[in-house]
């Protein structure tokens, strides 16, 4: 008869410095460990288990909604489709600050492309097609097909729209379905081309280390809000049909629940502002910090439904229109060391002050501008970390396309750390307020 598995566990403190671990475990008999023995949950966790009503609340999204299947499988949901960002496994092919820059990387991958449909064509050998390929160009397996396929691509300047790349950080990007390694339903959000007006709240929950969210009228990457693992997920306020006419995302069944449980009259709108505050709460955060690492998020009715709704409203309207909100009064300081400065965006976090060249620097950054995170980094460093000098990997565009200059961009940057800095401060004063 076979006796059935138990399991111990035991874990030394976190915060315990490296040496000491290492000197507990050179001093520790096996037997002396305080081993505690675990069950698992419902749901099969072994570690981190919760004790709370998330399985109760609303959920937010549900892959057998988004599949269709909620009425056999009896799901529900507060919107029926959510997607992934955009994943072009060649972001350096196809993102740029520069529009004629990007024109040209893409032109000139097409014209290897093609060539190398010809090439194929013409080949009489059985050949290996990813040994074939002219690898002066970033092929993937999809692409690789599409070429033995004989399928061609030809460059349209439509298709070349803005992105919401990074927190606060909008790129040129070069929206194809054949150059873009996966779109997944972002064609339903935004479509292709003229892009159709649409707000979508991206979320990173599941197997991150932080929750992270923020609004945006763009179409994102998939690693918009990723700073180690877990990857972004939009939430869109409508979807298009193939003809491009809008249709509401958030459900009727949605719309009846909070209407029956709050008793007052409520508007799709309320609910999607209502989800994006409750997102942004840090004691929600903090009671299913667990559940979220997990699971795709579910949300409580919580009291006073139209003040929640005016934050989320609020937060909103900061996030989208972060380039146009009044910049906060940091003082410039700039010398005349170098002619041509070396870029540096550095943070001094304990000062307030910001370097970005060897120049100029900015100071007076209040202490909670840097509060504002997003993953665990703040939005100023989001900027400071995308407008860097860095040596593209690409060996062709490194070699051909390495146009980018921060001082190029130096008077824009500072602009946009001003415009960031004061959404910062007025982000942090709604969230202490969701915490009373």
């Known amino acids: 008869m076979t006796k059935n598995a138990e399991f111990y ?21 096996f037997k002396d460990i305080p081993f505690e023995r675990i069950h698992p949950d419902d749901k099969g966790n072994w570690l981190n288990l919760t004790d709370n009503d998330f399985d109760s609340l609303m959920p937010v999204c549900d892959k057998e909604v988004k599949a269709g299947k909620s009425k056999e ?9 959510y997607s992934l960002g955009v994943v072009t496994s060649r972001d350096e092919w196809v993102y740029d600050y520069n529009k004629q820059n990007l ?23 059985n050949e290996d097609v990813t040994n074939f390929v002219d690898r002066t160009i970033k092929w ?49 959000i935004f479509g292709f ?18 929750v992270a969210t923020l609004a945006s009228n763009k179409i994102v990457d998939l690693a918009l809000l990723k700073t180690g693992n877990g990857v972004t997920q939009c939430l869109p306020l409508y979807i298009y049909d193939t003809e491009g006419k809008p249709q509401e995302n958030i459900t009727n069944w949605a719309w009846t629940e909070f209407k029956t449980h709050y008793g007052i009259e409520v508007t799709k709108m309320d609910i999607f502002h209502y989800v994006y505050a409750v997102l942004h709460n840090p004691v929600y955060r903090e009671k299913y910090e667990h559940n979220l690492k997990r699971e795709l998020p579910r949300v409580p009715f919580y009291d006073d439904f139209s003040q929640w709704v005016e934050w989320g409203k609020t937060l909103m309207a900061l996030h989208l229109n972060y380039e146009t909100v009044e910049p906060y009064p940091l003082k410039r300081v700039d010398s005349t060391a170098s002619k041509i400065p070396k870029a540096k965006l550095k943070a001094d976090k304990i000062n307030g002050v910001i370097e970005l060249d060897e120049n100029t620097s900015l100071s007076g950054i209040p202490a909670e501008a840097w509060n504002y995170k997003l993953g665990n980094r703040s939005a100023l460093e989001w900027i400071l970390d995308q407008y860097k000098e860095k040596k ?18 130096k008077e824009t940057v500072i602009d946009l750390l001003m415009r960031v800095c004061n959404v910062s401060i007025l982000t942090v004063e709604i969230i202490k307020k969701m915490e009373l």
């Open 9 to 29: 566990y035991f874990s030394l403190a976190d915060d315990m410095p490296r040496k000491d671990k290492l000197h507990w475990f050179d001093t520790t008999k």
């Open 392 to 409: 593209p990997k690409d060996a062709t565009i490194a070699a051909n396309f390495n146009v980018y200059r921060f001082a190029d961009y």
């Open 140 to 188: 993937t397996s999809e692409l690789e097909a599409h070429l033995t396929k004989s399928h061609p691509l030809t460059f349209d300047k439509n298709c070349v729209i803005s992105s919401s790349y990074r927190p606060f950080i909008k790129q040129f990007f070069y929206f194809d379905k054949i150059i873009t390694h996966r779109i997944y339903q972002n064609e339903k």
């Open 103 to 125: 024109e040209n990387k893409v032109k000139f991958f097409f014209d290897i492309y093609n060539s190398e449909i010809k090439r194929w064509e013409q080949s009489t050998e």
């Open 193 to 210: 081309k003229n892009q159709h007006e649409n707000v979508i709240i991206n979320f990173r929950c599941v197997a991150a280390e932080q």
């Open 73 to 81: 499988n009896n799901a529900e949901a507060i919107f029926k489709l």
